[in-house]
């Protein structure tokens, strides 16, 4: 691998010129030309009556499937542009001119899906048989099942019209916002990124000062961030209401492709081993000499001992435990070093968090977020390479077959990040420094188990009241601080109840409840690990195959054909809980004469 490893992605093997460039503008403007014929021949479409006349509907699906694939790539490039600067009044417009033709895409696919809802179950099943469009059945079928549940195309497609600028442009509204926070620390001013990277510090005076600024500037916004959260849950109200869904679960459920059923047998399991987790943050305050943990205190590092990891020597080490894994995931990992599709760079003006995305037409993907050289941020990096390897394998994939739910590609996450941190506790160089590792990877459990939980409580609870009108800002922050004390167990002195207002993913509109999906990717991805541990070797090829069927399967039926395992039944969550409760064991018998 190359070093020094650069900061900053390469985005001009993509599009050269950024915002500006004259090829983006190109590949534009030919896909909305391609996106105008296919609204053409969908118009004219018949329902087919026979095998022989579901043929004609072969260049459909082919110009569905490449039109689909270049709005993604689109789509993320111009993520790429504004996340990297959120100053970039152009990348703005380039978003919005890709969000509406996203929406007519969407349409035209909607207009489809009604050829598919009227096909009879015997043509249909004709139809699926043949050898050219046989690999599509699964995304075909679920297709024309969810648009029987729907509005007629016609009021589906103008929904997704006036969504452009409405529920999508409330989010981007949002982002607007976002750009805006101001945190004077020090001789500095810090964007929310750089501030969100103080709340952790190893200094419980910098948490505190920095907690205190943190809430008082979401405080300042957070009548806006109200406004837009109560019209993108209203929007969703309402769009739910025309379909006659009535459970706000339903979508996202749908979505992620798995059962009511299923994500409470994993919640039950959850609770059943939250009390671990309150014995493990009660010795953590003991160990930080406190009674009891605020909010900013429960991802502190503990000791003193963990010193800033250099971006290389986290790359490095990334790449080597992949490498006891499996040889191919850390070949990808180097190369995605190597190429610099990482942008990690501590600067002013870019936007918070982290996200993976990929360009499948390239074979590439792009990796973003702000390294600070602690050890959450190289789990953070193994993430993202969790994500980027996923898509990876899905690339000589049909472009429908490549469209996976959140909460698998959450598995692929933080099965990266897990393969990273078990490695390095078991290889630590001392029993001070296998302390530290340890308690960061057992602050995975807590965020997924109780941060999560809470994301999860509220949202459910605030549209039920979105339901009955207008939530404000007071009322969203009493429904937060409700939320954690309950998914915390009550185990922590202080709370923070503007967390709604600060958490981009409350307001993404690209996939509703962004909260239990990271939990069952959690938990999903642990209990792989746990048969990784069991099987050795050879598991690495069942994993990779296990991915490549994450676009054409439910999570449960996923499992199944690859497990053998009952996702509806607590097991395979129970031994996953079990290995997460080992590491809470250890951490407190290792701590028990430190405390």
């Known amino acids: 691998m190359k070093h020094p490893l650069s900061l900053t992605w390469e985005l001009d093997s993509l599009f050269a010129g950024g915002s500006a460039s004259p090829e983006f503008e190109l590949f534009l403007n030919e896909l909305v030309s391609d996106i105008e014929k296919l609204h053409k021949e969908v118009l004219v479409v018949a329902v087919p009556t026979d095998e022989e006349t579901t043929k004609p509907l072969d260049g459909i699906i082919e110009l569905l499937q490449s039109c689909s694939g270049r709005i993604v790539v689109a789509a993320e490039f111009s993520i790429c542009l504004s996340a990297q600067n959120q100053q970039d009044k152009a990348a703005v417009s380039l978003s919005g001119k890709v969000a509406g033709l996203s929406a007519r895409l969407q349409g035209i696919r909607s207009e489809f899906d009604n050829v598919l809802r009227q096909t009879s179950d015997e043509v249909w099943t004709q139809w699926m048989a043949r050898p050219e469009i046989a690999p599509l059945t699964f995304v075909l079928t679920e297709s024309r099942d969810l648009a029987r549940e729907k509005m007629s195309p016609e009021l589906e497609s103008m929904a997704l019209e006036l969504a452009v600028d409405g529920y999508h ?62 019209h993108l849950g209203g929007f969703r109200l309402k769009l739910y209401k025309g379909r006659g869904w009535e459970d706000v679960l ?71 435990q992949f490498r006891k894994f499996s040889p191919k995931m850390a070949d990808f990992a180097e ?19 982290g996200f993976c995305v990929s360009f499948p037409e390239r074979k590439e993907s792009r990796i973003f977020m702000t390294y600070s050289g602690t050890p959450t941020s190289v789990s953070t990096l193994a993430h993202e390479l969790g994500h980027a390897y996923h898509s990876y394998l899905l690339d000589d994939q049909p472009v429908f077959n490549q469209n996976y739910a959140m909460n698998v590609a959450e598995t692929a996450s933080t099965f990266a990040e897990v393969i990273v941190a078990d490695a390095q506790v078991k290889s630590a160089g001392s029993a001070e420094e296998k302390l530290v590792l340890l308690e960061n990877k057992i602050q995975n459990s807590v965020s997924f188990f109780m941060n999560i939980h809470a994301r999860f409580l509220f949202e459910t609870r605030f549209y039920e009241k979105r339901k009955e009108g207008l939530v404000h800002a007071e009322e969203l922050c009493a429904l937060m601080e409700e939320a954690q004390k309950e998914a915390y167990c009550g185990v922590l002195s202080e709370y923070h109840p503007h967390f709604w207002a600060s958490k981009l993913h409350f307001y993404a509109t690209e996939v509703p409840f962004y909260n239990f999906p990271y939990t069952v990717g959690y938990m999903f991805s642990t209990g792989l690990y746990r048969l990784a541990l069991q099987e050795g070797a050879t598991f690495a090829d069942k994993y990779d195959d296990l991915l490549r069927d994450t676009g054409v399967m439910t999570l449960e039926a996923l499992v199944a054909k690859h497990l053998g395992a009952d996702l509806t039944q607590p097991d395979f969550w129970q031994g996953a809980a079990d290995l997460i409760t080992a590491d809470i064991v250890e951490f407190l018998e290792m701590t028990k004469d430190l405390a």
């Not at 020090?186 to 943190?214: H, I």
């Not at 909010?295 to 986290?314: F, L, M, Q």
């Open 250 to 320: 339903k979508d996202p459920l749908n979505i992620n492709r798995m059962t009511h059923e299923t994500l409470n047998v994993m919640w039950e399991v959850i609770g059943n081993t939250k009390p671990a987790l309150v014995s493990y943050l009660e010795r953590k305050a003991k160990l930080l000499g406190m009674e009891s943990l605020g909010w900013a205190d429960v991802e502190a590092p503990i000791g003193k001992s963990s010193g800033k990891i250099s971006y290389d020597h986290a790359a490095a080490d990334i790449v080597t």
């Open 169 to 230: 442009g409330w989010s981007e509204h949002y982002e607007t916002i976002v750009g805006s926070i101001a945190i004077p620390f020090e001789d500095k001013v810090l964007s929310a990124g750089q501030a969100f990277n103080k709340l952790d510090d190893p200094d419980p005076k910098v948490r505190e000062v920095m907690f205190r600024k943190w809430e008082e500037a979401w405080g300042g916004v957070a009548d806006f961030c109200a406004d837009t959260l109560n």
């Open 335 to 353: 190369h995605a070093f190597n190429s610099n599709w990482i942008e990690v760079e501590d600067r002013p003006g870019k936007r918070p968090g």
